[in-house]
């Protein structure tokens, strides 16, 4: 009634003036995420920020064996899954037909970085060390052996115990799926000697 009516205003003694309210204009919530995410996409294209296109291969990798880690290992399956998204036909065992990825080392350690007052550590570092290379099916050397360490630091809490569990699993897990994408680059290389 009031919105319809106006709202009375005295102004003073005797006058009295009508003020209609103003009309409201209510912007639709996916506009602002349209606009939101307009704003994102601008910001990151700005900053250098491209998605990561899938490995491409050389053309001696399309069929390709993983020797030196079985496929219920972490690095075994994430690699055999990163192989096959870039195109490449994962075969078990190498019978001089296909490429051979050889994992020579694959390890993780966790060592103490600093000790506290109480004699107990309170700073660790997870490191992540692979040395892998690729040989061809006629047994020719693609790539030579490659070292790849990849570290993470975390604190230890003992108040805070089961947090720590978790969080040096997530750690570990996150430094499986970088190691995956470093050999990854590695292996692209491959492809980019060969048409230089």
Known sequence: ???????????SPGQVSYALPLPR???????????AAAILGLALSACGFHLREEVRLASGMQRVAIEGVDSLNPLGRDLRKALIRAGAEVV???????AV???????IRTDVLSVGGNARANEYTIRYHV???????????????????????????????????????????ELQREMVQAMLRRIEAIGRDATH
Not at 1 to 11: H, K, P, W
Not at 25 to 35: A, C, D, N, S, T
Not at 101 to 107: C, D, E, P
């Open 131 to 173: 040395d892998f290379d690729v040989i061809s099916a006629s047994g020719a050397s693609l790539l030579a052996m490659q070292t790849i360490e990849l570290t993470r630091d975390f604190t230890f809490d003992a108040t805070q115990a089961l947090g720590i569990a978790a969080e040096q699993d997530l750690l570990t897990d």
């Open 1 to 11: 009634m009031r919105s319809v009516l106006g709202v009375l205003m005295q102004r």
């Open 92 to 98: 078990e065992g190498s019978a001089g037909r296909s």
């Open 25 to 35: 204009y209510q912007v639709p919530m996916k506009l602002h995420r349209l606009v």
């Open 101 to 107: 990825l050889r994992i020579g080392s694959n390890t």
